[in-house]
């Protein structure tokens, strides 16, 4: 069974970076394509970014093209979204899932949260001067 941890999320002034962290335990991340989500009070969970199996596809949202970056380090079962230039909307919850690689790869296109079967509880992030 996959668990998933999220971590590196806090309280940060606008135009600031976080690097989130994605750890995964119990099974190699390295045969999944990773997700991370982000939810708002009182809005639906949406896609941020996700990164393939090998990190050959990424794809962003369009909110977040530019400032945000995904990667991976399979060695160290970490998956890393590096969040630049965070702006108050960024503020949410946010959430990495996993989902079993497949071909052609799930991450072609933004991520839906109905395509990952594998979820972390989620780090808060709060961007506010």
């Known amino acids: 069974q996959l668990q998933l941890v999220e971590s590196g999320g806090g309280l940060v002034q606008p135009g600031g970076s976080l690097r989130l962290s994605c750890a995964a335990s119990?099974?190699?991340?390295?045969?999944?394509?990773i997700g991370w989500f982000r939810q708002a009070p009182g809005k639906e969970r949406e896609g941020v970014a996700c990164i393939s199996v090998r990190g050959r596809n990424t794809a962003y949202a369009d909110s977040v093209k530019g400032r945000f970056t995904i990667s991976r380090d399979n060695a160290k079962n970490t998956v890393i979204l590096q969040m630049d230039g965070l702006t108050p909307e960024d503020t949410a919850v946010y959430y990495c899932?996993?989902?079993?690689?497949?071909?052609?790869?799930?991450?072609?296109?933004?991520?839906?949260?109905?395509?990952?079967?594998?979820w972390g509880q989620g780090t808060q992030v709060t961007v506010s001067s």
């Open positions: 899932a996993a989902v079993r690689g497949a071909y052609p790869p799930i991450c072609r296109i933004v991520p839906h949260k109905e395509q990952y079967d594998y």
């Open positions: 119990g099974l190699l991340v390295g045969y999944y394509d």
